[in-house]
């Protein structure tokens, strides 16, 4: 029997740590330095894709996503040597998809060339705003007009290319994220990640939240309408949400965040990077120690990883909602309950159906665009005992 994760494919995320400069919004495991021995972390990383592949031996891999911190800050030639150590420890997918995230500040036309003879065949961008207060405000050090001119070169490098916007910024009106999202979608861009401002606890942006000094931020009801504009202009467009936060035109959809929306398995590399490996019939967690230094001193004594959480059915079952119920397409009612041993309660659908929140199509519960406003409230009530 097929196991469950083959349902999703399976995947090899990439964690690169280092940015040139810290954003006061991001939360994620990012580091400013001077000095990269960039040989050292090639050969760690070459030495953990044996580690994983002795463990995942014969899975057909259908995606890399080299994320961070700024991967276009890797040397093309590390970035080479990794895919091409890949390709001898798994075999493929024909149609593999190979992701790296770039910063517009970071991007030359002989670098991103370098990438794509490396076999990259992808690019996320972090662009993030298309106006110079706002990219200030962002703490980010490029300009509009070297977003502009990296995307040029992006896509006329690359058949892929993808780039990322924030939204409900302080002080931005629906008239605002209007014209700037048209932009966006005027610049022939084929992927467009599009994610309202969070303010997490621990950032730049969090400690002057907490201080009062984060002001114009929109309130609740701004928030709801800045989303609905998005989807309307996005769909009229031709690139309507297939997830959340992600439109597309048709067939440019990321394979590799696909992956984890649809519960496939996926090994994470590098510093901080998260995992989800089933090995002998049983899902494990498997998360990488944080700290670089850290990481890089243990990959050679293969401790760079912390001990493993083995995910129960109802750890899966949860997670499978979780992951699958943002995506358009929602998810197979039979396979949650495969995983869970039980059916979602058909009482706590049916509620929600009567509330215009999910629909029904045979065996697929998919969230209604009003549901999408309050995904959180509607998983919370399907999972509430």
Same mark, same amino acid.
């Not at 890949?86 to 790296?100: C, G, M, Y």
């Not at 070169?153 to 700037?180: H, M, N």
């Not at 001990?307 to 909602?321: C, I, N, S, V």
């Not at 509330?355 to 549901?371: A, C, E, P, T, Y």
């Given at each position: 029997?097929?196991?469950?994760?083959?349902?999703?494919?399976?995947?090899?995320? @990439?964690?690169?740590?280092?940015c040139?400069?810290?954003?006061?919004?991001?939360d994620?495991?990012?580091h400013?330095?001077?000095? @990269?021995?960039?040989k050292?972390?090639c050969?760690?990383?070459?030495?953990e894709?044996?580690?994983?592949?002795? +463990?995942?031996?014969?899975?057909?891999?259908?995606?890399?996503?080299?994320?961070?911190?700024?991967?276009s800050?890797?040397?093309?030639?590390?970035?080479?040597?990794?895919?091409?150590?890949?390709?001898?420890?798994?075999?493929?997918?024909?149609?593999l998809?190979?992701?790296?995230?770039?910063?517009?500040?970071?991007?030359?036309?002989?670098?991103?060339?370098? %990438?794509?003879?490396?076999?990259?065949?992808? @690019?996320?961008?972090?662009?993030?705003?298309?106006?110079d207060?706002?990219?200030?405000?962002l703490?980010? @050090?490029?300009?509009?007009?070297?977003?502009?001119?990296?995307?040029?070169?992006?896509?006329?490098?690359?058949?892929?290319?993808s780039f990322?916007?924030? %939204?409900a910024?302080?002080?931005?009106?629906? !008239?605002?994220?209007?014209?700037?999202?048209q932009?966006?979608?005027?610049? /022939?861009?084929?992927?467009?990640?599009?994610?309202?401002?969070?303010?997490? #606890?621990g950032t730049?942006?969090?400690?002057?939240?907490n201080?009062?000094?984060?002001?114009?931020?929109?309130?609740?009801d701004?928030?709801?309408?800045?989303?609905?504009? =998005?989807?309307?202009?996005?769909?009229a467009?031709?690139?309507?949400?297939?997830?959340?936060?992600?439109?597309?035109r048709?067939?440019?959809?990321?394979?590799?965040?696909?992956?984890?929306?649809? %519960?496939g398995? %996926?090994?994470?590399?590098?510093?901080?990077?998260?995992?989800?490996? =089933?090995?002998?019939?049983?899902?494990?967690?498997? +998360?990488?120690?944080?700290?670089?230094?850290?990481w890089?001193?243990?990959?050679?004594?293969?401790?760079?990883?912390?001990?493993?959480?083995?995910? =129960?059915?109802?750890?899966?079952?949860?997670?499978?909602?979780?992951?699958?119920?943002?995506? !358009?397409?929602g998810?197979?009612?039979?396979?949650?309950a495969?995983l869970?041993?039980?059916?979602l /309660?058909? /009482?706590?659908?049916?509620?929600?159906?009567?509330?215009?929140?999910?629909? #029904?199509?045979?065996?697929?519960?998919?969230?209604s665009?009003q549901?999408?406003?309050?995904?959180?409230?509607?998983?919370?009530?399907?999972?509430?005992?």
């Amino acid at each position: 029997m097929a196991e469950d994760w083959q349902q999703g494919g399976f995947g090899l995320y @990439i964690h690169w740590p280092y940015c040139e400069a810290k954003c006061p919004y991001c939360d994620f495991n990012s580091h400013v330095t001077r000095r @990269i021995d960039q040989k050292a972390w090639c050969r760690a990383y070459l030495t953990e894709l044996r580690r994983i592949a002795s +463990e995942t031996s014969g899975r057909v891999l259908r995606s890399v996503f080299f994320g961070g911190g700024t991967p276009s800050l890797m040397d093309p030639d590390v970035v080479a040597d990794v895919i091409a150590e890949i390709r001898t420890l798994w075999p493929v997918a024909n149609d593999l998809e190979i992701t790296l995230e770039a910063n517009p500040g970071s991007v030359e036309a002989g670098r991103f060339s370098a %990438y794509r003879d490396g076999g990259v065949n992808r @690019i996320s961008m972090g662009v993030q705003a298309l106006n110079d207060p706002d990219l200030k405000r962002l703490g980010r @050090i490029h300009s509009t007009a070297e977003a502009m001119a990296a995307f040029d070169i992006a896509r006329s490098t690359f058949d892929r290319v993808s780039f990322d916007l924030i %939204y409900a910024r302080q002080g931005q009106s629906l !008239k605002d994220w209007e014209a700037e999202l048209q932009v966006a979608l005027d610049m /022939a861009v084929d992927h467009l990640s599009l994610y309202q401002l969070t303010i997490e #606890q621990g950032t730049a942006f969090g400690d002057r939240y907490n201080a009062g000094k984060l002001r114009d931020l929109p309130d609740e009801d701004l928030g709801a309408d800045l989303y609905a504009l =998005t989807q309307d202009v996005c769909g009229a467009a031709g690139m309507p949400a297939y997830e959340v936060s992600n439109h597309a035109r048709d067939g440019a959809q990321s394979r590799h965040n696909l992956i984890y929306w649809r %519960y496939g398995d %996926y090994a994470g590399i590098g510093p901080g990077a998260h995992g989800r490996l =089933t090995i002998r019939g049983t899902k494990w967690a498997t +998360e990488a120690f944080s700290n670089p230094d850290r990481w890089l001193g243990a990959v050679g004594s293969l401790t760079s990883e912390k001990p493993r959480t083995a995910l =129960t059915t109802d750890d899966q079952a949860h997670e499978f909602l979780l992951m699958g119920l943002r995506l !358009k397409e929602g998810i197979s009612l039979s396979r949650y309950a495969a995983l869970s041993g039980k059916e979602l /309660a058909p /009482a706590k659908i049916s509620s929600l159906i009567e509330l215009g929140m999910v629909k #029904q199509h045979q065996d697929r519960l998919i969230v209604s665009n009003q549901g999408f406003m309050v995904l959180n409230a509607v998983i919370s009530h399907l999972l509430d005992a």
